[in-house]
């Protein structure tokens, strides 16, 4: 029997590679074609995964940064952190006194400036609290931060006092801090009153009445 004859592989040629499709056209692929297309999928799959990761760290450090407590310890560190205002008022309302009657307006500036750091500081705190548990722990946080984000508003209404660059500009900025110190009393109750709707919708007693901030006045 005579030996076979081999056919040359017609398929190949050089680097290409034929197939023959559907239709009859042959189509040429260079070898490589499916290595890169893997190695795209592989380079996606890396990134997905980089990118879950990153989420995960970064809900991972969200929860770091929330505190958690009970309903009872948040009300005392609201509590706590008005109270606190209460030296830091005083001390401030007399330096800002001393800074204007010399016309020391850059004092006033400055002294204000603190404050307001100050309190930022109080309204960075609540905001780290994780009240979800809590039953109305979103309204009492919320009133809360506004109470406080409004002594704010009075240093800033200093501060504008202080930075005013003529007399006219002054008296704006001290108008502006009337309309501010209207609004204390509805503050400060408003505060007061969420407070204790809160440790009854949470099954706790307060052991004092919130005590009410003294007024900060030009």
């Known amino acids: 029997m005579a030996p076979r004859e081999s056919k040359p592989d017609n398929r190949r040629c050089g680097l290409f ?11 040429a692929s260079l070898p490589g074609i499916r290595a890169v297309s893997l190695n795209n999928k592989n380079r996606m799959y ?5 990118l879950l990761c990153t989420a995960v760290l970064f809900l991972l450090a969200a929860c770091k940064d929330k505190i958690t407590m009970t309903a009872k310890q948040f009300s005392d560190k609201i509590a706590t952190l008005e109270q606190g205002l209460a030296e830091p ?5 007399n330096a800002i006194k001393m800074y204007a009657d010399s016309a020391d307006y850059k004092g006033v500036s400055a002294a204000a400036a603190k ?3 100050n309190i930022q500081e109080k309204i960075s705190q609540i905001e780290k609290i994780d009240v979800s548990g809590f039953t109305g722990g979103e309204d009492f946080k919320t009133v809360a931060v506004r109470y406080f984000e409004y ?3 009075l240093y800033t209404a200093y501060r504008e006092i202080g930075d005013a660059p003529d007399e006219a500009a002054r008296m704006t900025a001290s108008n502006r801090m009337n309309q501010i110190l209207a609004a204390q009393e509805e503050v400060i109750l408003r505060l007061q009153d969420t407070q204790v709707r809160f440790a009854a919708e949470n099954g706790f ?3 004092k009445a919130p005590a009410a901030q003294p007024p900060a006045n030009p």
């Open 89 to 93: 008022i005083r001390q401030t309302e």
């Open 46 to 50: 890396m990134r997905v995964n980089i």
């Open 151 to 153: 002594f704010r508003s």
């Open 115 to 117: 404050m307001e750091a």
């Open 17 to 27: 590679e034929y197939g023959q499709p559907p239709g009859g056209n042959a189509v």
């Open 205 to 207: 007693i307060l052991e």
